[in-house]
């Protein structure tokens, strides 16, 4: 009856929490955090969970096995060298920075092994919430995501050393002590990722098509359930930590045959776990400890997001993307990852922080994931107001920050070419509506900020420009004002706009193509000035639609009427 009555508070509390969150549009997982103090604070007298904190433990377990099983090492190898670079360089510089200012008293009279446990907690996005963030602006196809993933799995990969070198600096001893059992920790980790890829690749695959053959899904979900738990407790046994062997069984199913079907069992129990893991992680976090510390929370707080954005936006660059990805990479960054939770609890139960750092952790965390909309959102605007400031009031900072990165041309003033299309990104959209204009015998420009699509393109013989599609100078350079067409491929909505506005500067009464993934969005583009706009996922429909129709045996003018009244219905 304790237990039941623990279940019903805790998902109570998540419950208001969730739906509160939402309203507010923040990350719903930051609504059961805040529930969770509130609730502590209200009637902390009477609730102390005991027998939750065990299911908050498989919760964790399960959270883990699903970000292994989001692993994608395809997805990772499109954009290695600055994911796999610029991720470590950043995490452990931002670990060392972090570090030196908690030894200076930054993060109050926390120990010396307290900070290095939040610095390296704080270097860490959040997978989830960045994905999520992507995904619903409609941009998971632009270069900055691509940058963003990559990045954030290699985070994700590095949680393995940092969930296996814990335990150990958590134990204390001498420091010879320390480092040979920190050596000895990362051997097993290496030995445990070998045999995670080799298991992956030979044994876990055949064993899923065998459970799959027999086609029920209970069959399915307890072979799931037993290859967690059994991979959490075996590396328990090893002396890791137990999340860390629920993350490798996520690992092991990843990139698997059977891996949407393994999520889709998986689901539910993951969200009710999970929702039990961060209302109790919550609870521990006392409302007082926020009372008397809001300040050291907030200036942390400050220090983690400029900390990162700086070094994020500096090691982008250097990796010769063009500003405007950097800047929107960085702003996306800056959020703590809900992985920071695993670390903090870990750390806790091992001794090796105590309440006040743990309370901290939390508390920074959710500050960050709490600015982390208005950020992502506001990235582009910053960049053209930036830009704007600096050409208007100081020419030398435009052309060292900005007009380096768009004017890859110095030897004419314009392309000298007319009646052509100027196509303003060259990603999933934009490189089939150059592929038609080439087979078409159309001449065309692609105009993109990604030097290594523009370099591609080069190589074949296509006319490009190198620079920021919404920035006028770059327009005018690429002959719109000559130009039979411009079409707006990329897929934000504020460069769209500027697009728009300047292609029409140059040339009145342009014809000018848009892409969009929003209904809601199209009468706005219409009363701008553009001739045409095009959902891809519109047409996705319709094209299967007419498919389905034609199989279906349906004359040809029937179907053609049924389309035609679905884009009359769609307002095209």
């Not at 209302?279 to 050291?296: E, K």
């Not at 199209?522 to 639609?545: D, K």
């Amino acid at each position: 009856m304790e237990l039941a009555t623990e279940l019903i508070i805790v998902l109570l509390i998540a419950l208001g929490g969730g739906m509160v969150a939402k309203k507010l549009r923040q990350p719903i997982l930051t609504g059961y955090l805040i529930s969770g103090i509130l609730v502590t604070g209200l009637f902390g007298r009477f609730l102390h969970f005991t027998s939750a904190q065990a299911l908050a433990d498989l919760g964790l377990a399960f959270l883990m096995f699903v970000v292994g099983l989001d692993f994608s090492f395809r997805r990772l190898a499109r954009v290695k060298r600055i994911a796999v670079g610029g991720a470590i360089l950043q995490m452990l510089l931002t670990v060392i920075i972090l570090a030196i200012l908690g030894l200076t008293g930054l993060f109050g009279s926390l120990s010396p092994a307290e900070v290095i446990v939040a610095a390296v907690a704080f270097s860490l996005s959040s997978t989830a919430i960045v994905i999520k963030l992507l995904s619903e602006k409609g941009e998971l196809d632009t270069l900055p995501a691509e940058i963003l993933v990559g990045w954030l799995l290699v985070q994700d990969l590095a949680v393995v050393p940092i969930l296996t070198v814990l335990p150990v600096l958590s134990a204390g001893g001498p420091i010879i002590s320390v480092l040979a059992g920190i050596f000895l920790s990362l051997l097993k980790a290496a030995v445990l990722l070998y045999l995670v890829l080799f298991l992956g690749k030979k044994v876990v695959p055949i064993f899923f098509t065998k459970v799959a053959e027999i086609n029920s899904r209970e069959i399915l979900l307890l072979a799931t359930v037993s290859l967690v738990l059994i991979s959490a407790a075996v590396t328990y046994a090893l002396g890791l930590s137990f999340a860390l062997g629920a993350f490798l069984a996520g690992l092991l199913v990843a990139d698997n045959i059977a891996q949407h079907a393994v999520f889709s069992e998986i689901r539910p129990l993951r969200d009710i776990f999970a929702v039990i893991f961060f209302v109790t992680l919550g609870v521990l976090l006392s409302p007082v400890f926020i009372w008397q510390n809001w300040l050291t929370i907030l200036i942390v707080s400050l220090a983690v997001i400029m900390i990162k954005f700086f070094l994020v936006l500096l090691i982008t660059v250097n990796f010769k993307y063009h500003l405007k990805t950097a800047l929107q990479v960085g702003l996306s960054l800056t959020l703590v990852s809900e992985f920071a939770f695993v670390i903090a609890r870990l750390a806790l139960n091992n001794g090796a922080i105590g309440q006040n750092a743990y309370s901290l952790i939390l508390a920074v965390t959710m500050v960050t994931m709490m600015v982390s909309p208005w950020e992502f959102g506001l990235s582009v605007g910053i960049y053209e107001k930036l830009r704007n400031s600096a050409a208007k009031w100081s020419p030398r900072i435009y052309k060292m920050f900005f007009n380096s990165f768009d004017h890859y041309r110095k030897e004419h003033k314009e392309i000298e070419i007319a009646n052509h299309v100027v196509i303003c990104g060259h990603g999933r959209v934009g490189r089939h509506i150059a592929r038609i204009m080439a087979m078409a015998g159309v001449p065309y420009v692609v105009v993109d900020y990604n030097h290594n699509v523009i370099s591609d393109l080069e190589m074949q013989g296509v006319e490009t420009v190198l620079g920021d599609p919404t920035d006028k100078e770059v327009l005018q350079f690429a002959g719109v004002s000559r130009a039979g067409a411009v079409v707006a491929a990329v897929p934000d909505r504020y460069s769209q706009e500027l697009i728009i506005e300047n292609a029409l500067s140059l040339k009145p009464g342009i014809t000018i193509i848009c892409r969009s993934h929003f209904e809601e969005d199209q009468r706005r583009l219409y009363a701008l000035g553009v001739s045409a706009v095009v959902s891809p996922e519109f047409e996705a429909g319709l094209s299967m639609g007419h498919r389905i129709l034609d199989s279906m045996g349906f004359e040809r003018n029937k179907t053609a009427a049924y389309l035609k009244m679905a884009r009359r219905e769609q307002g095209i």
